[in-house]
């Protein structure tokens, strides 16, 4: 449960998304002192804090249930760093613990060709504990490019506390790749700060799936489009609605789009989570009607 600091603070939160929609340079003004609150006041709790090994972590601390925004702690490993990405929505850095680099990026491709971009580093630089930064869409006279990297220069690990307005684990923003002059679809996904889970959840509003045990196991790894969603839909078909089915692919585009549909028009609820060996994990049940 949350501290009466950091529920008041939700609170405010939600006010400011809520009132301050159409001004994102307001928004980001209005949320800095927050922001800053919580790293001064240490107000994030230890379990969002760990590293897990060897990718950065990525914990949600809070999201309303419109998830119209999220707070996000991510720890980072000595070292570690993330793909270039960029965010599509406006948000804030706190540095909560030691220190990160941030590199900036902008693309000079007119972005005519799928899959197909080129990017430029424009900036770098390094924030120490407590200091903010922004990230993602700024809309004033200095907006600034939505393409940037960040990294721990350090041997130790480091926590930074982000505020985005959109449900940033979720929501399908882009990956860049400037050696290979690439882009890609990107959902970061959120790591469970329990250590359940074996991978990170990255589509799907029924996290309680997970802790259930699956009746059947679809395995169609090795299938493309749309095979694995045919064989998701019928076997939704056959099942009863308390019963769990889970579906092991390693089509991309089946995880993100195609087994989400058929789960959808099926009337059942789900959860997707991507692993760290490269293939994806769909818990879904029909919902009785
Ligand atoms: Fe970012």
Redesign the pocket.
């Known amino acids: 449960m949350y501290s009466r600091e950091l529920e008041t603070l939700y609170q405010e939160l939600r006010e400011i998304i809520r009132t301050e929609r159409g001004d994102s340079t307001r928004a980001i003004a209005k949320t800095r002192p927050l922001l800053k609150e919580v790293i001064d006041r240490r107000l994030i709790q230890e379990k969002f804090l760990r590293p897990i090994g060897s990718r950065p972590a990525a914990y949600l601390v809070y999201r309303p249930p419109d998830r119209s925004f999220s707070v996000v702690s991510m720890v980072w490993g000595g070292g570690q760093k993330f793909p270039i990405?960029d965010?599509l929505s406006w948000g804030l850095i706190g540095v909560y613990q030691n220190r990160i680099t941030e590199e900036r990026f902008k693309r000079v491709d007119e972005g005519e060709k799928a899959g197909y971009a080129e990017i430029q580093q424009t900036g770098e630089s390094e924030f120490e504990e407590g200091k903010i930064l922004e990230?993602g869409l700024v809309f004033d006279e200095l907006r600034r490019e939505d393409i940037?990297r960040?990294l721990n220069p350090t041997t130790r690990p480091s926590v930074s506390i982000h505020i985005l307005a959109s449900d940033l684990g979720m929501k399908e923003r882009h990956q860049y790749n400037p050696e290979q002059r690439s882009v890609k679809r990107f959902v970061s996904g959120y790591d469970d700060p329990e250590g359940r889970l074996h991978g990170r959840i990255i589509a799907g509003t029924a996290e309680h799936l997970i802790n259930e045990e699956p009746r059947a196991i679809l395995d169609v790894r090795g299938l493309v489009c749309p095979d694995p969603a045919h064989k998701t839909g019928h076997e939704l078909e056959e099942m009863g609605s308390s019963e769990v089915l889970e579906v092991l692919t390693d089509s991309e585009d089946s995880a993100y789009d195609e087994i989400p549909a058929v789960c959808r028009s099926s009337g059942a609820e789900f959860v997707a989570l991507e692993l760290p060996e490269g293939y994806w994990r769909i818990r879904t049940r029909k919902l009785s009607s």
């Open positions: 990405h965010h990230e940037h960040i």
